[in-house]
């Protein structure tokens, strides 16, 4: 990623995370100006005046925005041109000629390779299966919390529930919060290196612990499954149980976005198979260059004239320069 800073017009600095000069596509960071959403995928970034033509989205989790950035860059760059043939023809065009040899198939595709070893379609099958654990991840604790999200209503005491450590059953926000902090009466910042449990909510378990960097207290909800960090503790009840619920509802939210990614990964996986295996358009081209290629390397090879050589070398830079005028 490439961290370049300027200020937007307010005077706010922004980061530039990573930027694709091909599609125009950028991630921007503006946590300094304070936004719940900090993260944002833009089009038509313009360095000079920190300007951008519009935006994709915005993203208050960093991982959504990466995803979102390649999607968009990937879309925008798909080709009808196979990328293995593409990076032969590139590679016999731009790098034979300073070898001054005809590099073999074997050494060709062993550069491919090499070159998909650190390309994003090399790493779809393990994203997709690890965006799979999670779905199951997530369609379990949908299953398992379905029927409270429909049930509970902090708008409504009625539907509100909480039961603290001892099992007694509060539908008030404020009381079920003081008995929260009657838990944890007289505790420290050390006290909290362990989880405390103070109670359920909408069949959670609910803890308060420390934070992810050991600093801050947090509240947390254990599920069957794991254990989600929601937020920090905050003075007023009524934020932290909408936090909770919050969190809980999202589940939903996020389920249907994993199977969202799911698909997208799996068909830039197809997209980049058929790129892969299509025959190549210009083969007859390809063909042609290396014939040619083999006559330039006999000639170098067998020739001691050195002015002889030189033309050679100049007929060779004039038709690379033609091949790059037609495409």
Not at 119 to 133: G, Q, V, W, Y
Not at 142 to 148: I, R
Not at 241 to 269: A, C, V
Not at 293 to 300: A, R, S, V, W, Y
Request: charged content about 30%; aromatic content about 10%; hydrophobic content about 35%.
């Amino acid at each position: 990623m490439n961290h370049i800073t300027f200020k937007d017009k307010e005077g706010f600095e922004i980061n530039v995370l990573a930027f694709d000069g091909e599609s125009n596509f950028a991630v921007l960071d503006r946590t300094s100006t304070g936004s719940p959403t900090p993260y944002v995928v833009v089009k038509g970034l313009d360095m000079e005046s920190a300007t951008w033509s519009n935006s994709e989205g915005y993203f208050a989790n960093y991982e959504d925005c990466v995803r979102k950035y390649k999607s968009s860059v990937l879309e925008h760059t798909q080709s009808d041109i196979p990328m293995k043939a593409m990076f032969e023809y590139l590679l016999r065009r731009d790098i034979e000629p300073m070898l001054s040899r005809t590099l073999t198939d074997e050494e060709v595709w062993q550069a491919y390779d090499s070159f998909m070893q650190n390309d994003d379609f090399a790493l779809l099958p393990d994203r997709i299966e690890t965006e799979k654990k999670y779905r199951t991840i997530l369609a379990k604790e949908y299953e398992y919390f379905k029927d409270e999200i429909e049930a509970n209503n902090l708008r409504d005491t009625e539907h509100f529930t909480f039961y603290d450590v001892k099992g007694n059953e509060y539908h008030d926000l404020k009381e079920a919060w003081n008995a929260i902090e009657e838990c944890t009466k007289g505790y420290k910042l050390n006290d909290f290196k362990e989880n405390k449990f103070v109670g359920r909510f909408m069949k959670a378990n609910v803890l308060i612990g420390l934070g992810l960097a050991g600093e801050g207290i947090v509240i947390k909800l254990k599920t069957p499954l794991r254990t989600i960090n929601v937020d920090s503790v905050n003075p007023v009840s009524r934020v932290n149980f909408n936090r909770m619920y919050k969190r809980i509802n999202d589940i939903r939210y996020s389920l249907n976005k994993t199977i969202e990614t799911i698909q997208n990964y799996e068909g830039n996986l197809k997209t980049a198979k058929e790129m892969v295996n299509k025959p190549f358009e210009l083969q007859d081209e390809l063909t042609s260059a290396r014939n040619r290629q083999k006559e330039i390397n006999k000639i170098l090879d067998t020739s001691g004239n050195e002015n002889s050589k030189v033309v050679v070398e100049d007929d060779l830079e004039e038709e690379r320069n033609e091949s790059c005028m037609e495409l």
